[in-house]
């Protein structure tokens, strides 16, 4: 029988621990940490065998195949061991992609606008009755989802830590937003070997399936003479004249775009739209070409785009109030995320940022600061790098050591007519378990301390 060993008890490992027991394969499960209990809870269910708070290596080393939780980097001290064994490492994507019959998907990466874009498409594509699910990134575990439902599409927001470990795994439909400097540290600190990993959602792609890009992207353009081109090309644009046979979108100076794919198309006017900012138009025309391709009806795709809402955590308005706004950006995880945030500010801002850097380079960010921020809070357990970077571009950076310390210096610098931005351009692992922890403390402190206090 054939030994499937998977590292790591999050959303991404329960799930395939589970498809590798349906698929009557021998499974354990292995985490160095502590397993949250409604993991453990599904594993028991399943009779799925695990540990946590550690590794027995010599049951590790016994496997056939290992599937290797996206959060866990290859330097790990376990992986060196297991690759050192000549044991397969593979990704959550690549093990339950085997299983999906005759079931398409369509992929989204970027180092920004994927979770927007991704939950765009699954909205068109459900609100459309598409038999679809959500996975990757966000929603489910794609393997839980295979290994429990039964589904037409599968729509998953791909990361670069899950394309890594992808194969012979194909993306029926692949989008690729943008690629910027993001996880450096996980790619010892080459920009290359990154954007090499998010060139990933193209592998395996035939003259059948369709990818969808962002013309605009320098680094994209670099990249496509590199590959073999055969898979339709759909590219989008708001600055780069964009013309393909197969299909593209354009953003007109007016706000109106045009995405079209064969001879099917869909005019959007993104002044209409409940998301807004030109990075929301780049996702928008991303999603509008997806959906074409994988065959929706161009009128249900204009009624879900016009329809849909912010996601969670990304330029979420917090409230407002005695005229001051309160913005959470805490998915602002890197320098590129912040551009577009701080290109969509129209008022006087308060910018909070930072904690954990990942190799960042700030200069990008320096001309909205200077024409937009009259006060950055660094908010981090080291701001050193912030403090020096901006400390003459903006007039007055203000060092703290905590979201309440942060959120108190914010509150006073804060003017009738401005915006508090929280969109940290860091990870929020220093002080906060993730950017959902960061933003869901930010929005209850908004509301505890601005919203629900007597006047």
């Not at 050192?84 to 989204?108: D, H, L, N």
Request: charged fraction near 25%; include cysteine; proline fraction near 4%.
């Amino acid at each position: 029988m054939k030994q499937i060993v998977v590292l790591g008890g999050g959303i991404s490992g329960y799930g395939s621990a589970i498809l590798a027991k349906k698929k009557g394969f021998g499974v354990f499960l292995s985490d160095a940490g502590r397993i949250a209990d409604r993991y453990k809870a599904k594993l028991d269910e399943w009779g799925v065998p695990y540990e946590e708070g550690g590794h027995t290596e010599e049951r590790i080393l016994a496997a056939s195949e290992v599937v290797k939780s996206p959060g866990i980097p290859d330097t790990a001290p376990i992986v060196c061991k297991i690759r050192a064994a000549g044991i397969p490492v593979i990704s959550e994507m690549e093990f339950a992609g085997r299983y999906t019959g005759k079931a398409r998907c369509i992929c989204i990466t970027g180092s920004n606008g994927k979770t927007t874009t991704t939950s765009l498409i699954y909205k068109i594509m459900r609100d459309a009755g598409v038999n679809a699910a959500l996975g990757g990134n966000i929603g489910e575990s794609f393997a839980y989802s295979v290994a429990t439902g039964c589904y037409d599409w599968y729509v998953l927001e791909l990361s670069s830590f899950q394309l890594d470990g992808m194969y012979d795994f194909r993306a029926d439909v692949a989008v690729l937003t943008n690629i910027t400097p993001d996880h450096l540290d996980r790619y010892d600190y080459c920009f290359q070997n990154y954007v090499d990993s998010k060139m990933h959602i193209i592998r395996n792609q035939h003259s059948r399936c369709a990818f969808v890009y962002s013309a605009d992207d320098p680094v994209i353009a670099g990249e496509l003479d590199k590959y073999d081109m055969r898979m339709r090309r759909l590219p989008f644009a708001a600055h780069t004249a964009v013309a393909s046979g197969a299909g593209d979108a354009f953003l007109d100076p007016d706000g109106e775009f045009v995405a079209r794919v064969g001879d099917r198309q869909v005019r959007i006017d993104t002044s209409r739209m409940k998301i807004r900012g030109l990075h929301n138009a780049y996702n928008a025309m991303a999603a509008a070409l997806a959906t074409l391709a994988a065959g929706v009806d161009p009128e249900s795709i204009e009624r879900s785009i016009y329809d849909f809402s912010p996601v969670e955590h990304r330029l979420e308005p917090a409230g407002e109030r005695d005229g001051v706004q309160w913005i959470n950006d805490s998915k602002a995880t890197n320098v590129d995320s912040v551009w577009y945030a701080l290109e969509s500010m129209t008022r006087p801002v308060v910018w909070i940022a930072g904690g954990t850097d990942k190799g960042n380079d700030y200069e990008p960010l320096k001309a909205f600061a200077r024409e937009k921020v009259h006060t950055l809070i660094c908010m981090g357990v080291d701001n050193a790098k912030l403090v020096k970077e901006f400390t003459g571009v903006v007039p007055e950076v203000i060092d703290t050591s905590s979201l309440d310390e942060a959120m108190r210096a914010a509150q006073r610098a804060a003017r009738e007519g401005d915006a508090v931005l929280l969109s940290p351009a860091c990870a929020s692992f220093d002080l906060f378990r993730n950017y959902e922890q960061r933003g869901e403390l930010f929005k209850e402190w908004v509301r505890e301390n601005i919203l629900n206090t007597k006047q």
